[in-house]
């Protein structure tokens, strides 16, 4: 009975009445749930006895390909940093090196609580299949339950933004349209290709459509990856209004904002995640609510890149359902899911002064379980401690300062825990965490051999961010003009407006919400 393990003696993170469980998992289900001692442990016996047994996290946004760019950047909005974590002329990487450096993130992400990562890996301007390979091989090496999709679009990231003719010198912008990037409709097959090999539903390590955003979109393609998904019932993510000057696009783009372009689309469905989803209007939420689609929240890499605070509370109250996720360590540095947890639980009370409407963190536990299972239409295999379900579970030690003394599991896992007293991690029914260590690669090898990469990858990456450095002022010039164009008097607060005597310092641009 090698394919059995039963965890005795359990505390279950959700369970208020104070009981201890056995959990009986049987290949790579949950097949029982039993008051300790109330049948005969099966198979290898884990002793639960000092653990708090949780459903693992579900990282539902996250970008492997930033991962050496780690600690590179700060104090720019999206639109400045993004040119730097996705240039035209990247830094060329063997399969290996793509290996280690998803390794990276998948190394925290388990050691963080989640048991699911879904990895938006950037391919362009070349697509190389063994890159692809090679992320979907990390994966599969280290257990984690992954779901990749890579960047699909079909137009190139500074032609997805307003004033582009007017602000780019012409010489610059005839030397970016220069660039060839494989064609998207190659990228779409191998999309194809992998939706009928690695479906979700049949695979730990499968596939996600996700093409990139509405504005870096034409229609027609942004039509096309949704026909793919619908015809092989995949789920999708899509990043949407993250940032003001986004919001302004959609408003000098499509006359209207880019959730209602969706809309109008027909793109907006069940299983369909909107990333970010930050700068938005009540009629907005009222479509999303109506489609079935999740948003995605993401609350530290948005107040770090100072896009804001999306309305949660108000998403929830039309029923809306919410997920989690961390984004790309380019732009945040972390893979922690924790901390993207008790961030979304501390922010979320910036919003309003009814505190009986804050978030809190039984919200922002469920948007990080159940609700990244639904996100994904997986909410019938993860995301909840039940039987039949996947057995995708993390374990806590009790003994940790965490926990002592213990009044609120949920709570005190939610503020308290950091990944420090992570002692087990089973993922579709095979411990890949034991003891604190993971079981199935060398963490510290891996780790050795990422430094070394990186060292060896320096120069390149230095001169790759020089060579950015002519799109900076263009692009500045398109920011501050867009901080000039009113959003939707509607609009959600997302930030603190500067103070008035920020508004009266001389430079500073006139931005009204």
């Not at 938006?120 to 070349?126: A, F, K, Q």
């Not at 393609?221 to 619908?230: C, E, G, K, N, S």
């Not at 380019?330 to 922010?347: F, I, K, P, Q």
Request: charge should be negative; hydrophobic fraction near 45%; proline fraction near 6%.
């Amino acid at each position: 009975m090698q394919d059995r393990i039963t965890l005795t003696s359990a505390t279950l993170v959700g369970d208020t009445a104070g009981r201890t469980m056995d959990i009986f998992i049987a290949a790579d289900r949950i097949a029982d749930l039993q008051q300790a001692g109330a049948r005969p442990p099966e198979g290898i016996v884990i002793d639960a006895s000092r653990l708090l047994i949780s459903p693992g996290f579900i990282d539902g946004h996250h970008h492997s390909h930033e991962n050496f760019l780690k600690g590179r950047f700060e104090g720019q909005p999206l639109e400045l940093v993004m040119n730097f974590v996705r240039p035209l002329t990247p830094v060329p990487m063997t399969a290996r090196q793509v290996y280690v450096r998803t390794m990276i993130s998948a190394i925290q992400a388990i050691r963080t609580g989640a048991t699911t990562l879904v990895d938006d890996m950037n391919v362009s301007p070349m697509l190389d299949r063994s890159h692809v390979e090679a992320a979907l091989q990390a994966y599969e090496d280290c257990g984690i339950r992954a779901l990749l999709g890579f960047t699909l679009f079909d137009r190139p990231f500074f032609r997805a933004m307003p004033f582009v003719e007017e602000e780019f010198p012409a010489d610059l912008l005839a030397q970016l349209d220069a660039v060839h990037p494989t064609p998207a409709a190659e990228v779409l097959t191998l999309a194809r290709e992998m939706a009928r090999s690695r479906h979700p539903a049949e695979h730990r390590v499968g596939y996600i459509v996700a093409p990139s955003a509405p504005q870096r979109c034409s229609d027609d393609f942004l039509m096309a990856t949704r026909a793919l998904a619908d015809e092989f019932e995949l789920p999708v993510m899509i990043h949407v209004q993250e940032t003001r000057l986004q919001a302004v696009t959609g408003q000098l783009m499509y006359g209207s904002s880019m959730f209602a372009h969706l809309a109008r689309l027909g793109f907006l469905k069940a299983k369909t995640a909107l990333i970010h989803a930050v700068w938005l209007t009540p009629d907005d939420i009222a479509l999303i609510a109506a489609s079935g689609a999740s948003v995605q929240h993401n609350p530290t890499v948005n107040m770090k890149l100072g896009s804001g605070l999306m309305p949660m509370r108000e998403m929830l109250d039309a029923g809306i359902n919410v997920s989690l996720g961390t984004d790309g360590c380019g732009l945040v540095e972390t893979a922690d899911m924790l901390r993207a947890v008790s961030n979304t639980a501390y922010l979320q009370k910036l919003r309003g002064n009814d505190h009986e409407r804050w978030i809190g963190a039984p919200e922002a536990f469920h948007a990080a379980t159940k609700g990244g299972a639904i996100a994904l239409g997986l909410e019938n295999q993860i995301g909840e401690i039940k039987i039949g379900m996947k057995a995708d579970l993390c374990g806590y030690s009790l003994d940790q300062i965490a926990f002592v003394p213990l009044n609120d599991p949920l709570r005190q896992l939610v503020y308290g825990e950091t990944g420090a007293g992570l002692r087990l991690s089973i993922v579709d029914g095979k411990v890949i965490l034991c003891d604190g260590q993971l079981t199935l690669i060398d963490e510290a090898a891996i780790l050795r051999e990422a430094q070394a990469i990186h060292g060896e990858l320096g120069p390149t990456l230095e001169a790759v961010e020089a060579s950015v450095g002519p799109l900076l002022a263009p692009y500045r010039r398109i920011h501050a003009r867009c901080l000039c164009y009113p959003t939707a008097s509607e609009t959600f607060p997302v930030r603190f407006d500067c103070t008035p005597s920020d508004k009266n310092m001389p430079g500073k641009t006139p931005y009204a919400q």
